[in-house]
Nanobody, 116 residues
């Protein structure tokens, strides 16, 4: 079955950096685009970034441009989200996502808290 397991979240001070990871299994990872979403408390889940199946293209939400970098390593079925210059408004649960067979699959999420 499809499994997505996020890791790398935590408590970080404003201006700090984090790299989130998502380990995927149960499908042919290299055949699908992958995305990161986030959901802040009391808000709707929003798309942060998407990467093509080979990593040849990426797309970012306006709020993520310049500080977020999505990447992937198809040899180990993992997608990453590097976040620099973290701001308190980046506080959210970050989710990995893949769409296949007409369905969306999600991981359990990893909490990112930006606070001094």
């Amino acid at each position: 079955q499809v499994q997505l397991v996020e890791s790398g979240g935590g408590l970080v001070q404003p201006g700090g950096s984090l790299r989130l990871s998502c380990a995927a299994s149960g499908f042919t990872f290299s055949s699908y685009a992958m995305s990161w979403y986030r959901q802040a408390l009391g808000k709707e889940r929003e798309l942060v970034a998407t990467i093509g199946k080979t990593g040849g293209w990426t797309n970012y939400a306006d709020s993520a441009k310049g500080r977020f970098t999505i990447s992937r390593d198809n040899s180990i079925n993992t997608v990453y989200l590097q976040i620099n210059s973290l701001k308190p408004e980046d506080t959210a649960v970050y989710y990995c996502n893949v769409g296949l067979r007409g369905m969306d699959f999600w991981g359990q999420g990893t909490q990112v808290t930006v606070s001094s």
